[in-house]
């Protein structure tokens, strides 16, 4: 009886070792994509006027900008500055949503990970952690 007790908890034991290992080579095998992905991504915003155009990367660094010649016709820079830092502000926010949207879609649906890309709750992923090796623990001892 004890030893088909012991083949039953081998093969659920063998089968969730081929769950989690198949979800590892999957996530894996993404890693190469998701980096081309990535290097490739480039998000542009205009400003409202259609003036000032930013190119920026995944992680928001900025590719370019370019200026309408429009820009020259008022002759105010406070004014040009701040027209150019607030469409690179909208472009990198824009790049983090798509960056973690992205991201999210080669991790594990309902990962602590996913959660805090999309929160930013670096204390909610810690907490998720903490729980997890709470439960190791518990089963060890």
């Given amino acids: ?25 999957q996530l894996r095998s993404g890693l190469d994509e998701l980096q081309t992905r990535l290097a490739e991504l480039r ?19 900025l590719i370019a900008v370019e200026l309408s010649p429009a820009v020259y016709r008022t002759r105010d820079a406070s004014a040009l500055s701040r027209k150019i830092t607030t469409t690179v502000h909208r472009a990198t926010a824009a790049a983090v949503a798509a960056t973690q949207e992205l991201v999210a879609g080669y991790l594990p649906a309902g990962s602590g990970s996913v959660d805090f890309l999309r929160s ?22």
């Fill in 1 to 25: 009886m004890a030893e088909s007790v012991d083949r039953e908890a081998n093969r659920a034991l063998r089968a969730r070792f081929d769950e989690v290992y198949g979800q590892y080579r």
């Fill in 120 to 141: 930013g709750d670096f204390g909610a992923l810690l907490g998720r952690a903490d729980a997890a090796l709470r439960g190791e623990g518990e089963r060890r001892g």
């Fill in 43 to 61: 998000i542009t915003e205009r400003s409202d006027d259609g003036q000032v155009t930013a190119t920026v990367g995944a992680r928001g660094e």
